[in-house]
């Protein structure tokens, strides 16, 4: 009893095994049908804004049917470039992730054409308590004092929105996007335009900054007239006050509808009540004579 079943156990083994041969051959003869061309990929991690040296990249194969169009084949070609963004390992290395040939190196490559980078002082709360990391957008916020409207002892303290969708590219020196940790630093580096760039030197420097974290994929833009004191609390109060009296008037009870009965005047009780007979009387004096009635 013992022997078979020993013997079916080797059996059922040898069947295992031929089948994991038969299945091994098959992948390997649709591996061996796949065409594939050596594509240009990253050999480690890369950072943004960094000089790309050989031992960075490699050449690797990539199915035909979806090498990268804008890929490079020749590691050659390569040699000094700058990367915009960050790069995984094993990533294709395409034109639209290098910087312009030239380029340096640095932060300065990671600055689209046309933009500039600016930096302005935050703290843990003005820099959103360190979730405006590199690649998020922020709007920017302005609390200052508006000279427009001098009037007495008036306060004129305004928050205004003065910049939208401005793109973060570093905080302290970090320029790397692949971190996700909030991270409290006291400068942040901005991309804008040259006249967002006078606007943001103009508002750091007659009030206080703000930053706003905004969502990456939110491009609607917004206009507000800003927020004052006096818009702040009477329209607080206003609300607050109109609340109270519109539930008064909904719980008060309703009067109750009185029926008019026309009261008779005090002529009609006049003209109703009979009136009584006079009496009258004549007196004879030497002058002549008189009636008194009663």
């Known amino acids: ?3 078979s079943r020993a013997i ?31 594509v240009v990929v990253a050999a480690t991690d890369v ?7 050989p031992d ?7 199915p035909a049917d979806s090498v990268p169009k804008d890929g490079f084949t020749d590691l050659k070609v390569l040699d000094t470039r700058v990367t915009r963004v960050s790069l995984q390992r094993g990533e294709p290395l395409t034109e639209a992730k290098l910087a312009q040939r030239g380029a340096t190196g ?10 500039r980078a600016m930096t302005v002082r935050v703290n843990d709360v003005v820099g959103v308590a360190g979730f405006a990391l590199p690649g998020n957008f922020v709007d920017i916020l302005v609390s200052t004092q508006d000279e427009s409207s001098k009037t007495g002892t008036k306060d004129l303290s305004i928050s205004k929105l003065v910049l939208e ?28 335009t040259p006249e967002q760039a006078e606007k943001l030197d103009l508002a750091r420097s007659v009030g206080q900054l703000s930053l706003v974290l905004r969502n ?12 004052t004191k006096q818009s702040l609390l009477y329209a607080a109060a206003a609300s607050s006050a109109a609340a109270p009296a519109t539930s008064a008037m909904a719980s008060a009870p309703q009067p109750a509808a009185k029926v008019a009965q026309a009261k008779p005047r005090a002529a009609s009780k006049i003209a109703a009540t009979p009136r009584s007979e006079q009496q009258c009387q004549q007196v004879f004096t030497g002058t002549g004579n008189i009636t008194q009635c009663y």
């Open 1 to 3: 009893m013992k022997n």
């Open 8 to 38: 079916m156990m080797i059996g059922v083994s040898i069947l295992i095994a031929l089948v994991a041969v038969v299945l091994a051959s098959r992948w390997i003869t649709l591996q061996a049908g796949i065409a594939t061309n050596k």
């Open 47 to 53: 950072n943004l804004g960094t000089r790309i040296t």
């Open 56 to 62: 960075l990249i490699k050449l690797a194969d990539w």
């Open 106 to 115: 640095g932060l300065s490559a990671v600055v689209s054409e046309g933009k």
């Open 165 to 192: 969708r401005i793109l973060v590219l570093a905080v302290a020196q970090e320029a790397s996007q692949n971190e996700t940790k909030p991270k409290v630093v006291n400068a942040v580096t901005l991309e804008v």
């Open 216 to 227: 990456q994929v939110d491009l609607t833009p917004i206009q507000t007239a800003g927020a």
